[in-house]
């Protein structure tokens, strides 16, 4: 394949504006093999076009959860040359989590995903756009997909460790001491997480 890269790349991408969503959906599962493959050859031939493609897609409520991965898996590979293309992304994620618990939403897995995958591709770059989105990912409470992305975003932006802390602090607080949005005794097993996962931010291991 590496003597016939541009070929191979064209071919998939062809077939990106397809009238089957099948189809289109299985560009967007190849693209992160693309760049993974031949990653500077991606980087300054193909990534601007798929993004574009990938960011159309989160408009695509059937499509957002795969795109919403394929993006993260992407930044993985191009590192810094993803930061372009931050503020549509976060706005997409922003959308997404808005949108949790309707009909059509992204799994918040996928798009918890994408933030750490971000958080370990561009760094602090990402540090401006998160300031608003923390609340946000904190809305519904601790899952282990949110838990694994604030461990990243912990050690990969140290900027944004007081506001994750802060949070991650106020959910097991009880009623007394809880903010009026989060007014209900935690069970024991989720304050025990959260002493995990601060934990696991400042040290590096569990509680």
Same mark, same amino acid.
């Given at each position: *394949?590496?003597?016939?890269?541009? =070929?191979?790349?064209?071919?998939? $991408?062809?077939?990106?504006?397809?009238?089957?969503? &099948?189809? /289109?959906?299985?560009?967007?599962?190849?693209?992160?093999? &693309?760049?993974?493959? @031949?990653? !500077?050859?991606? #980087?300054?031939?193909? $990534?601007?076009? #798929? *993004?574009?493609? &990938?960011?159309?897609?989160?408009? @695509? @409520?059937?499509?957002?959860?795969?795109?919403?991965?394929?993006?993260?898996?992407?930044?993985?590979?191009?590192?810094?040359? *993803?930061?372009?293309?931050?503020?549509?992304?976060?706005?997409?994620?922003?959308?997404?989590?808005?949108?949790?618990?309707?009909?059509?939403? !992204?799994? =918040?897995?996928?798009?918890?995903?994408?933030?750490?995958?971000?958080?370990?591709?561009?760094?602090?770059?990402?540090? %401006?756009?998160?300031?608003?989105?923390?609340?946000?990912?904190?809305?519904?409470?601790?899952?282990?997909?949110? =838990?694994?992305?604030? #461990?990243?975003?912990? %050690?990969? +932006?140290?900027?944004? &460790?007081? =506001?994750?802390?802060?949070?991650?602090?106020?959910?097991?607080?009880?009623?007394?001491?809880?903010?009026?949005?989060?007014? /209900?005794?935690? !069970?024991?097993?989720?304050?025990? /997480?959260?002493?995990?996962?601060?934990? %696991? +931010?400042?040290?590096?291991?569990?509680?």
């Amino acid at each position: *394949m590496s003597d016939r890269y541009a =070929e191979t790349c064209d071919q998939i $991408l062809s077939f990106k504006d397809h009238r089957d969503p &099948l189809v /289109r959906r299985a560009v967007v599962e190849l693209i992160p093999t &693309l760049a993974s493959f @031949n990653t !500077p050859a991606f #980087t300054s031939q193909y $990534l601007h076009k #798929t *993004m574009v493609f &990938l960011l159309g897609q989160l408009k @695509n @409520n059937r499509d957002r959860t795969t795109s919403f991965q394929a993006i993260g898996l992407v930044a993985m590979q191009v590192k810094a040359a *993803m930061a372009p293309y931050l503020d549509p992304i976060l706005a997409s994620v922003k959308e997404g989590l808005l949108q949790r618990g309707k009909k059509g939403a !992204p799994s =918040e897995e996928s798009i918890f995903q994408c933030i750490g995958m971000l958080a370990q591709s561009v760094g602090q770059a990402l540090t %401006k756009h998160m300031h608003e989105l923390l609340d946000l990912m904190f809305a519904y409470g601790l899952s282990p997909a949110l =838990e694994v992305a604030l #461990t990243q975003l912990g %050690k990969d +932006i140290p900027p944004l &460790l007081p =506001e994750i802390q802060g949070a991650s602090a106020a959910l097991s607080l009880p009623p007394s001491r809880a903010p009026a949005a989060d007014s /209900r005794t935690l !069970p024991p097993p989720l304050a025990e /997480r959260v002493l995990n996962l601060v934990s %696991k +931010i400042l040290a590096g291991e569990p509680f």
